[in-house]
């Protein structure tokens, strides 16, 4: 195993697993494969779920886009609850250029997005550290109280739940290569396509499609299981989404929502944007005699929503329907937008 990027799911079972600490019997759900979020049970009949994620710094994105990152994919992972986050600690290894007005501009910019979304910052650590110059600047916690049982888990999808996926694959792959390689994209693809892939940026967050689907003011019990589009794209979520609950899945490819924009910038970086990170998406399970209720209530607030195939019973595998020919659906434990993003800065590309 190779310690480069996210560590694989073999390394995960091999290293990770067998070695956590001292044994809890209060924790519902602990760490687990395609699974965002971890789950304690609290007196009461309430749970704490929480989950932890890397902190974004990209100079060549900006500062506050930097903090919308930074921000919203952690809350993505605590949206997959149903349930929207309330506090987060937040620990930043900064590097020692970053000058003091730069950092109050991050800082306030995170600030303002946890505000929005009604998130606390409890506590954390704050430093720079010599020869630190990566675009991760330490890492975050979100955390949230709900009742136990109605805390939603990517584990919990059943066989014969359909599979709903909001907005549309790898809008995020799309915008950070559009603003990062601007003249690049500008000068192969048009001004019209880099502005398209720019725009896409902002909605990456899918905390308002997860609570929208579960419900804001009534609690609907329509969708059983979510799981955020990160790495390894909408196909990859799905996956590992059938792996953690012990389903089989099968998937339209033609039902794919793919997007002109993402089509064309994804090509043009040579990779497949059904494999490649997608927040801003949900997946869902959801039951079959509800699904038309989630997709109006989705419609309801312009959140793109579609079916894309349905979970099934393990032993019929994981599948992939495309033109007419059913596949065994792949996964690819290294998303590809990491070289994409590499090459194309050691190749010059502006």
Aim: one cysteine or more; glycine letters at 10%.
């Amino acid at each position: 195993m190779a310690l480069s990027g996210k560590i694989s799911g073999g390394g995960f079972e091999q290293f990770i697993l067998p070695k956590l600490g001292y044994h809890r019997p209060e924790i519902a759900s602990g760490p687990a494969f395609g699974v965002d979020v971890s789950v304690i049970n609290l007196p009461g009949g309430l749970g704490l779920a929480l989950t932890s994620d890397p902190l974004s710094l990209i100079p060549s994105l900006g500062l506050q886009e930097s903090a919308w990152l930074s921000v919203h994919l952690m809350a993505n992972d605590m949206a997959t609850t149903g349930f929207a986050p309330m506090y987060a600690q937040m620990v930043l290894n900064l590097p020692p250029t970053l000058s003091e007005d730069d950092f109050a501009t991050y800082w306030s910019y995170i600030h303002k997005y946890c505000e929005a979304i009604g998130v606390a910052i409890t506590g954390g650590h704050t430093g720079a550290i010599e020869g630190q110059n990566s675009t991760i600047a330490g890492g975050g916690t979100m955390l949230l109280t709900a009742p136990v049982n109605d805390i939603l888990l990517s584990n919990k999808a059943e066989a014969g739940n359909v599979i709903i996926v909001t907005k549309e694959c790898a809008m995020s792959s799309a915008a950070l290569l559009a603003m990062c390689f601007p003249q690049t994209v500008k000068n192969k693809l048009g001004t019209e396509a880099y502005n398209k892939g720019c725009g896409l940026f902002y909605q990456t967050s899918s905390l308002i499609d997860a609570l929208t689907a579960t419900g804001l003011q009534t609690r609907y019990n329509e969708v059983t299981a979510m799981h955020d589009v990160t790495e390894g794209g909408v196909l990859g979520a799905i996956y590992e989404m059938a792996i953690a609950s012990g389903n089989g899945v099968r998937v339209y490819n033609e039902q794919l929502p793919l997007g002109n924009a993402q089509q064309s910038i994804c090509n043009l970086f040579g990779i497949d944007s059904r494999y490649c990170i997608g927040a801003g998406a949900m997946v869902m399970a959801v039951k079959k005699e509800h699904a038309d209720n989630v997709l109006q209530r989705l419609t309801s607030v312009h959140v793109k929503a579609t079916i894309v195939g349905e979970f099934t019973p393990h032993e019929q595998g994981y599948k992939l329907l495309e033109n007419g020919t059913e596949t065994d659906l792949p996964y690819y434990p290294k998303d590809p937008y990491w070289d994409a993003f590499f090459n194309a800065y050691k190749n010059g590309w502006k």
